[in-house]
């Protein structure tokens, strides 16, 4: 192989309250951001926090699974979508997931930023009606986005995550 051309496996992230050693992506619930699938992210301490918040909940200790993706197999092979900022995409992107209307479904990888804390309340009140669509996209502006990917098809999943280990956090 030369140079990259074997594709370059890249180190992701699930933070949560179980070793997950074979992700399932039926295993998430429905109408999240990215839809029903397994998701991860390239970002340590966002894994890590979702993580403390999960076992604080659960009361229960935090852990995070660490995987290696190959995620240029995943690219040339499967049916993609990446969302590179809190654009007006992602946002009807994220209002029809939480809308039950399944975007995802027409997608195996769905690559992007998080709805979380002040970025979940902008699209809550744009969904309320409260907000109209202009301002809203203004407001996610603001807001550097972090990353989460969501594997939807297991096939890919089984063949391009490969699970190395599981810390406590």
Known sequence: MHGNMGGEKMKVYHGGTDIV???????????????????ITDIRSQAVSWAERTALKRNMKPLLNIY????????????????TAYDEDWLDFIVDSRLGKNPAMEYDYVEGGVANDRVVDTVNIYM????????????????????QICLL????????LVYERTESI
Do not use: W
């Open 21 to 39: 050693k074979h992700p399932n992506c039926l295993y998430g619930r429905e109408n999240l951001d990215f839809g029903r699938g397994f998701y």
């Open 68 to 83: 290696s993706l190959d995620k240029q197999q995943i690219l040339l092979t499967a049916r993609c979508k990446i969302f």
């Open 128 to 147: 309320s009606g409260l907000m109209d669509k202009d301002i809203a996209l203004q407001r996610l502006k603001l807001h550097v986005p972090n990353n």
């Open 153 to 160: 098809n297991q096939r890919l999943t089984d063949k391009y």
